[in-house]
């Protein structure tokens, strides 16, 4: 299989990087630019990096796989995933569910309103979007949620809660799902909605995980919404979010992050030293940074086969899980081989001036384990890939 891109792309690419090479002459640039915020790199949570996204809308970077009645330029989605791999490698916030699943719902099913609203902001980066899926005893069961949502007159009513809404304390709208027909079959009675996150009858508390990542629960309280922002038809929207992943294949699963942590990984054996001799002439250290280097290739090669896989219009759901599963996994790993060669100084989070490496491994130790659980667990994945992959049956 040639995972090699063509003239075309590595020509895209070589300008992109050229764009944001300026863009690290900025002032701000150490805000926009931070991958030693791990995940939270990929967030469009600051002024800065708003004004960054902006910037990118401008040079003409958003909506590039939307259709040019929309205002997109038609590229093969191939382009969505150089430009996010980029993102995400450099350690900036990466186009994400906006220009994805909800903008490419819109244009599938929204009314003329919500597209004459919606589309030309997000293609300008003029707003945010938090996602409203999970819910306490429905996170990875998506079709059990009890969020509910009552017709009265010429609105919706939605009542209940939402866990894990990771962007609501900075997004402007919320992209909800609540359950319109109680009585329905639990994946048929199902809704979708956009809420404004200003609304009086939202109520958003902080989660805080432990790798310093902020999370959100958010409770609905008689949260009235214009019948008008219902996204497409009524108890169809199951299938706007099944959609919704397939529009964001290309997107989400970048390798960047995963090599930066490799390369963190040999750079501290290089600058290590354990009795006097640098860590990098043990060579049972030399052994497993091999080891590691090869996971790292094969968790590289999973990836490509995620994207090859969506290039030819097939839905890459096992191919995906088995990517997040390893990569993942793969980054906990390193992160546990890094505190382990550095002994119990690791231990020192970044406020203490002796935590080696300004305590990024205390930190990305940490942090990979919410990797391990956001976006679907680890015990999802392999579910998915027994199931959908191996054709296993699951208990009777």
């Known amino acids: 299989m040639n995972f090699s891109f063509s003239e075309d792309e590595t020509t895209f690419l070589e300008a992109f990087q050229e764009h944001l090479a300026r863009e690290k002459q900025r002032s701000d640039a150490a805000i926009i630019f931070a991958p030693q915020r791990e995940t939270d790199s990929w967030l469009v949570d600051s002024p800065e990096r708003r004004g960054f996204m902006k910037r990118l809308a401008e040079a003409g970077y958003i909506g590039m796989s939307w259709a040019r009645d929309y205002g997109g330029r038609?590229?093969?989605?191939?382009?969505?995933?150089?430009?996010?791999?980029?993102?995400?490698?450099?350690?900036?916030?990466?186009?994400?569910?906006g220009v994805?699943?909800?903008?490419?719902?819109?244009?599938?099913?929204?009314?003329?309103?919500?597209?004459?609203?919606?589309?030309?902001?997000?293609?300008?980066?003029?707003?945010?979007?938090?996602?409203?899926?999970?819910?306490?005893?429905?996170?990875?069961?998506?079709?059990?949620?009890?969020l509910r949502a009552e017709r009265r007159d010429d609105a919706w009513v939605l009542n209940g809660q939402k866990m894990w809404t990771t962007s609501a304390h900075f997004a402007d709208w919320y992209w909800v799902a609540a359950r319109t027909d109680p009585d329905a079959p639990k994946h048929k009675g199902?809704?979708?909605?956009?809420?404004?996150?200003?609304h009086?009858?939202?109520?958003?508390?902080?989660?805080?995980?432990?790798?310093?990542?902020?999370?959100?629960?958010?409770?609905?309280?008689?949260?009235?919404?214009?019948?008008?922002?219902?996204?497409?038809?009524?108890?169809?929207?199951?299938q706007y979010v099944c959609?919704?992943?397939d529009y964001e294949r290309f997107a989400l699963y970048t390798v960047g992050p995963l090599l930066l942590r490799f390369e963190a990984l040999v750079e501290l054996v290089r600058r290590t030293e354990r009795d006097g001799?640098?860590?990098?002439d043990d060579p049972a250290v030399r052994a497993r940074i091999a080891e590691l280097a090869c996971e790292v290739e094969t968790a590289r090669m999973l990836q490509r086969r995620v994207i090859a896989k969506a290039i030819k219009g097939d839905v890459p759901t096992v191919e995906a899980a088995m990517y997040k599963l390893y990569s993942t996994q793969l980054g906990r790993r390193i992160a546990n081989e890094a505190l382990d060669w550095l002994?119990?100084?690791?231990?020192?989070?970044?406020?203490?001036?002796?935590a080696p490496f300004?305590?990024?491994?205390?930190?990305s130790d940490r942090a990979t384990v919410v990797d391990t659980i956001g976006g679907g667990s680890s015990e999802v994945q392999k579910n998915i890939v027994a199931r959908r992959g191996l054709g296993l049956m699951t208990g009777a």
Not at 225 to 238: F, I, R, S, T
Not at 277 to 280: G, Q
Not at 358 to 363: I, L, S, T
């Open 74 to 97: 038609e590229r093969p989605g191939i382009y969505d995933y150089l430009l996010n791999e980029e993102l995400s490698s450099q350690g900036a916030p990466i186009i994400g569910k």
């Open 100 to 146: 994805g699943c909800i903008g490419k719902t819109i244009i599938a099913h929204g009314s003329d309103k919500l597209k004459r609203e919606f589309l030309p902001k997000i293609l300008a980066a003029e707003i945010e979007f938090a996602l409203g899926y999970s819910e306490p005893g429905a996170g990875s069961d998506l079709a059990s949620l009890r």
């Open 190 to 198: 199902i809704s979708v909605f956009l809420v404004p996150m200003n």
């Open 200 to 238: 009086p009858g939202l109520t958003i508390v902080e989660i805080e995980t432990m790798g310093d990542h902020r999370t959100n629960e958010v409770f609905f309280d008689n949260v009235e919404v214009p019948a008008d922002y219902l996204v497409g038809q009524e108890n169809a929207g199951w």
């Open 243 to 245: 959609e919704a992943l």
């Open 277 to 280: 001799r640098p860590l990098a």
């Open 343 to 354: 002994g119990p100084l690791a231990l020192l989070s970044s406020d203490s001036p002796d």
């Open 358 to 363: 300004a305590g990024k491994w205390e930190m």
